[in-house]
Antibody, heavy 116, light 110 residues
Framework: QVQLVQSGAEVKKPGASVKVSCKAS????????IHWVRQAPGQGLEWMGW?????GDKYYAERFQGRVTMTRDASISTAYLEVTTDDSAVYYC????????????WGRGTLVTVSS | QSALTQPASVSGSPGQSITISCTGT?????????VSWYQQHPGKAPKVLIY???KRPSGISTRFSGSKSGNTASLTISGLQAEDAANYYC??????????FGGGTQLTVL
């Protein structure tokens, strides 16, 4: 079935870098943009940007520019999000697969805990 | 890009109807009929309930409905059930391949 499987929880020190993965299965990875969404503890969802798995083109929301890097490895149907951690958050990958302009497939989220 | 504005919380009794509003601007909700709504239970990933403002994906209950007027979109849940207690988020396409979410609304079923 269609799914996005994300990497496991991480604990990082403030200012450290973390790389979260999102492996797609059940559909053609290169046919749909991968989006990333951030959720701080007890807070709302924030759209971070997207990566085109075919070309590698990406777009970062203004708030995240300079703080995140999105990459992909199409040979293993996996997208990556690298962030510099200042505070804890859950990072979700998501795809607008069947529905245009809405995210109908989500990963389960990766919790990144920042602790000194 | 500022977040869309939602009420922080709403509540209703089982069987009642509630409506959650989502206010944006002429640059997002007002310009596109591309508002989606998501339900999120604690510790779970969001789930899409409504897309293109008014459409329901396959498998979503008809108790969930969406509408839009000007720069404001709304989600109505009729026949409230205990399992509807969750956080709800609106999201709008904002042009030039960008999206923006609302701040979220916590629904309490009394």
């Amino acid at each position: 079935q269609v799914q996005l499987v994300q990497s496991g929880a991480e604990v990082k020190k403030p200012g450290a870098s973390v790389k979260v993965s999102c492996k797609a299965s059940g559909y053609t990875f290169t046919a749909y943009f991968i989006h990333w969404v951030r959720q701080a503890p007890g807070q709302g969802l924030e759209w971070m940007g997207w990566i085109n798995p075919t070309s590698g083109d990406k777009y970062y929301a203004e708030r995240f520019q300079g703080r995140v890097t999105m990459t992909r490895d199409a040979s293993i149907s996996t997208a990556y999000l690298e962030v510099t951690t200042d505070d804890s958050a859950v990072y979700y990958c998501a795809v607008a697969l069947i529905i245009d302009y809405a995210f109908d497939i989500w990963g389960r989220g990766t919790l990144v805990t920042v602790s000194s | 890009q500022s977040a869309l504005t939602q009420p922080a919380s709403v509540s209703g009794s089982p069987g009642q109807s509630i409506t959650i509003s989502c206010t944006g601007t002429n640059s997002d909700i007002g310009s596109f009929d591309l508002v989606s709504w998501y339900q999120q239970h604690p510790g779970k990933a969001p789930k899409v309930l409504i897309y293109e403002g008014i459409k329901r994906p396959s498998g979503i209950s008809t108790r969930f409905s969406g509408s839009k007027s000007g720069n404001t979109a709304s989600l109505t849940i009729s026949g409230l059930q205990a399992e509807d207690a969750a956080n709800y988020y609106c999201c709008s396409y904002a042009g030039r391949t960008t999206w923006v979410f609302g701040g979220g609304t916590q629904l309490t079923v009394l």
